[in-house]
């Protein structure tokens, strides 16, 4: 199994960039695929998930209306594209895969996942 993250890069505030994470080595459309992120001093944090089974999707709050989740089924790919960047957004972001129906705990995306990428770094600056 190979989840591999690409498209990270710095940026200044309001602009935008398109992560993918390619993955590899299962059943693609049997699985949840979830972005989470982890900023210098902070903890990790779940920021969208898709389910390729039923499309269904998730957004944390602080990115919901400025982040957008889509998988290429045929790729085997999941994209996250990011508009309106601000500097909290700074992070390496990581891809995660997992065959269960991701876990939501008071609006929190749990890291319930059995397979994550090496991560991509995004750098907003002010």
């Known amino acids: 199994v190979q989840l591999v993250e690409s498209g990270g890069g710095s940026v200044q505030a309001g602009g935008s960039l398109r992560l993918s994470c390619a993955a590899s080595?299962?059943?693609?459309?049997?699985?949840?695929i979830a972005w989470f992120r982890q900023g210098p001093g902070k903890e990790r944090e779940g920021v969208s998930s898709i389910s390729n089974s039923d499309g269904s999707t998730y957004y944390a709050d602080s990115v919901k209306g400025r982040f957008t989740i889509s998988s290429d089924n045929a790729k085997n790919t999941v994209y996250l594209q990011m508009n309106s960047l601000k500097p909290e957004d700074t992070a390496v972001y990581y891809c995660?895969?997992?065959?269960?129906?991701?876990?939501?705990?008071?609006?929190?995306?749990?890291?319930?996942?059995?397979?994550w990428g090496h991560g991509t770094q995004v750098t907003v600056s002010s």
């Open positions: 995660a895969a997992d065959s269960s129906d991701p876990l939501i705990i008071g609006g929190r995306l749990m890291p319930r996942y059995d397979y």
């Open positions: 080595g299962f059943t693609f459309d049997d699985y949840a």
